[in-house]
């Protein structure tokens, strides 16, 4: 079964914790994201690398790590910097470049998501 | 249509009328929108997309329409059935033909179908 999962669904953290969650595909993308979706907003991107070992920050980096060691994971470190961290967190992958080859979208392709609650 | 809130808007809709769902973009220079459909605990899944050369593109019961003029973007279901609720979103892609392509999301609309 190819796809894209994140674990856990649910994750309760204490105030000044650091917790990481996994997100794993094995659909031999080279391209993966995190979002964060808050209620009632879209989707915010937080990080993405393109490639093994290489990533980028995103409109709302601030708080969160990743590393980017294999291509088929792409863990999210939040932080106790994170100030507000309790949402819900969307990691997606997709085909890097085949856009410019093909003309078409670089479908992105979302996991289940883990909601995070600070207690 | 979509706003900046914690309050989603909310269509109504009856099983089997049809439903507009509307999106305003705000980058010109977005070169390609996609529909998404997320229900309640799930991640997004991809409906219809529409590059902006296009100013309609069909699917199964949906139908993307693409407005540049006035940037806003509607999506169309035919015969709205129950399996059809869930939250819509619209996103634009602003990196279309580079490596990444990075997409900037509305709010969404939730879609509500009664019996």
């Known amino acids: 079964d190819g796809g894209i999962t994140q674990s856990p669904k649910y994750l309760f953290r204490k105030e000044g914790q650091n917790v990481t969650l996994s997100c794993e595909q094995n659909?031999?993308?080279?391209?993966m994201y995190w979002y964060r979706q808050d209620p009632g907003q879209g989707l915010r991107l937080i990080y993405y690398?393109?490639?093994?070992?290489?990533?980028q920050k995103g409109d709302i980096a601030e708080g969160y790590s990743v590393s980017r060691e294999k291509k088929e994971s792409f863990p999210l470190t939040v932080t106790s910097a994170q100030k507000n961290p309790t949402a819900f967190y969307l990691c997606?992958?997709?085909?890097?470049?085949?856009?410019?080859?093909?003309?078409?979208?670089?479908?992105?392709?979302f996991g289940p998501g883990t909601r995070l609650t600070v207690l | 249509g979509e706003s900046v809130g914690l309050h989603l808007p909310t269509l109504s809709v009856q099983e089997g009328d049809n439903s507009i769902i509307n999106c305003a973009y705000s980058?010109?220079?977005?070169?390609?929108f996609i529909w998404y459909k997320q229900e309640s605990g799930k991640g997004p899944q991809f409906i219809i997309d529409?590059?902006?050369?296009?100013d309609k593109r069909q699917g199964q019961r949906v139908t993307v329409l693409l407005n540049k003029t006035v940037k806003h973007l509607s999506l169309q279901i035919a015969a709205t059935q129950p399996g059809d609720s869930a939250v819509y979103f619209c996103?634009?892609?602003?990196?279309?033909?580079?490596?990444?392509?990075?997409?900037?999301f509305g709010t969404g609309t939730r879609l509500q179908v009664f019996p």
């Open positions: 997606a992958s997709s085909m890097v470049g085949a856009g410019l080859a093909s003309g078409s979208y670089n479908e992105q392709f």
């Open positions: 659909l031999n993308h080279d391209a």
């Open positions: 690398s393109q490639i093994v070992n290489d990533f």
């Open positions: 980058n010109s220079a977005s070169d390609y």
């Open positions: 529409i590059r902006s050369n296009m």
């Open positions: 996103a634009e892609n602003i990196g279309w033909g580079e490596d990444t392509d990075k997409l900037i």
